[in-house]
């Protein structure tokens, strides 16, 4: 999904937006864990 961002560097650096996009590739990647939907255990239940 194309994303694009923009913001003031008086605002913001690279650092901070890099963050968010990492945070946000961690939520598409496992959604289960960011709705709330993950098993008790975790996820590293689904190793055993």
């Known amino acids: 999904m194309p ?18 996009f990492e945070e946000l590739q961690q939520a598409f990647d496992q959604p289960e864990i960011y709705l709330g939907n993950e098993t008790k255990k975790g996820p590293a239940s689904l190793e055993d």
Not at 3 to 20: E, I, K, N, P, W
């Open 3 to 20: 994303l694009s961002f923009t913001t003031s560097h008086a605002v913001t650096d690279g650092f901070h937006v890099s963050r968010f």
